[in-house]
């Protein structure tokens, strides 16, 4: 994991200090809201529906024991005794007095956290795989390039006002975990012919009002031109990316405006210019980096696969959790462990600040003091000996996060919608709360098997409702809150953007939507192992629209 160098520290400390002031000349009225909305914006700090709102960047979402107990303090002294895990990985606090903002910001730096470029319009946290590091599919291990670019991106003099904000996302596995093709720009870590190490690069993609899967523009980037490359791509989109209409701001509009190939000979271009500069990566520096997240030395632990038996066969809910929230590691004595912050009836995504302490003490105790984000509001401990999952669930059962639902119907993505949010046309928490009741049985959930549902209380897409295998989104109509369903939506490498189902639901009717959805897939799948999504592309949305409509008329 990152640590600070003596820059680091120097600089955060400065801008919270200057943050500071800032908010005292608010509080005095010297600074009127629209000269202070700026300088809130580029410490992470919101204005919402009912108070202050503080985004945490939590880079390539990679947590430390101390650094989640710092969160879980954060939470108790100056909010509501809660934080909210976000699908950019960052943490946000709903709640805190806009006076409190600055101590809260002095308590991260003291733990090497920031709110830094987690709001407007620059390069916000770069993302990655949360099985980093772990996975037995994995090339390489994305987080050292992630590490890069946000050292690079990082109050960048030249990106710090782009026409809209820029997001980054890194995988370096088979299966993508980080929606790499759903971002501004998505690298994929892979090999060439001699097993160099180098980038697949992905230009456009974003959801939104206009949601749009990325266009592959180059094939293998070598490793020391990464910096370049990515300059390039950024430089191009600074320079013709338009700032007359917010809503065709994003990169993806400039990529579909100007054309793939016409995009990419100006990248490239402008990459011609840049390649032998001071960008490239100079190998030792990547080798400094990456020593960071070289993986803990794991003790060969063989007696967990005769203990995992037998706890299995004696505890039910253990078994289910851990053939539901156990993925298999690199190292076959151990697991990536997924807390599913998803119990049945809560809302998704939030952790409480014992809740958070707790999982720090399981990390510290066995998961050598390693705790990752995920984009689908999930805790993940990465390394944990299969020797070690039983008293790890135990711990996970006393603070009611044992939910044995990691990509099950319950396990549901949602932003904060209106109960919070300014921007929300309808609420996305007590949806996913009432949808998440009605298919919480256990058996019921594992008859259905992987579905993946996501929310979004506005078209912004915050609960990345396009890429869900079910999607809803809340809109406004007649003054009244509305649900548009889309079908066969995929954030994974096959990315597909869902389809309108048809007309929207009111609200009490939406969740019998989905059981009648449900209903209707588990009538046409092949077999038990033909999961929701692949049995949608099979046989498309007419079906469901019969079910939900009655007739093709109704649906429009």
Partial sequence: MYRYDEFDHAFVTERVEQFRDQVQRRLSGELAEDAFKPLRLMNGVYLQLHAYMLRIAIPYGTLSSRQLRMLAHIARTYDRGYGHFTTRQNLQFNWPKLSDIPDALADLASVEMHALQTSGNCIRNVTADHFAGAAADEVADPRPYAEILRQWSSVHPEFSFLPRKFKIAVTGAERDRAAIQVHDIGLHVKTNDKGEIGFAVYVGGGQGRTPMIAKLIRDFLPEEDLLSYTTAIVRVYNLHGRRDNKYKARI???????????????????????????????????????????????????????????????????????????????????????????????????????????????????????????????????????????????????????????????????????????????????????????????????????????????????????????????????????????????GDEHTSIGEIIGRGFEPDRVTDAIETIVDTYLGLRLNHSENFLAAYRRVGPQPFKTALYGSAAEAA
Wanted: glycine share 8%.
């Fill in 252 to 490: 993806k509009i400039l990529v579909h405006e100007t054309g793939t190939e016409e995009l990419t000979r100006q990248v490239e271009a402008e990459f011609a210019a840049l390649k032998d500069t001071e960008l490239k990566l100079p190998e030792k520096d990547v080798q400094s980096i990456a020593a960071y997240f070289a993986p803990p030395d794991l003790p060969e632990r063989a007696e967990g696969w005769e203990n995992l038996a037998r706890w299995k066969k004696a505890d039910s809910g253990f078994s289910r959790w851990v053939q539901q929230n156990v993925q298999p590691h690199k190292n076959p004595d151990y697991g990536m462990v997924t807390i599913s912050l998803k119990p049945i009836g809560g809302i998704p995504g939030d952790a409480s600040d014992a809740q958070m302490d707790a999982i720090a003490d399981l990390a510290e105790e066995y998961a050598f003091d390693e705790i990752r984000v995920s984009h689908e509001q999930n805790l993940i401990l990465p390394h944990v000996a299969l020797a070690d999952l039983e008293a790890v669930y135990r711990g996970l059962v006393a603070i009611n996060l044992a939910e044995a639902n990691a990509g099950l119907i319950t396990d549901i993505i949602a932003c904060p919608g209106l109960d919070y949010c300014a921007l929300a046309n309808a609420r996305s928490i007590p949806l996913a709360q009432e949808i998440s009741r009605r298919f919480g049985n256990a058996e019921r959930q594992a008859e259905i098997g992987e579905l993946k549902i996501k929310i979004s209380g506005c078209i912004n897409a915050c609960g990345h409702h396009h890429v869900g295998h079910i999607g809803l989104l809340g809109v406004e109509k007649k003054g009244a809150e509305l649900y548009q369903i889309t079908l066969g939506g995929s």
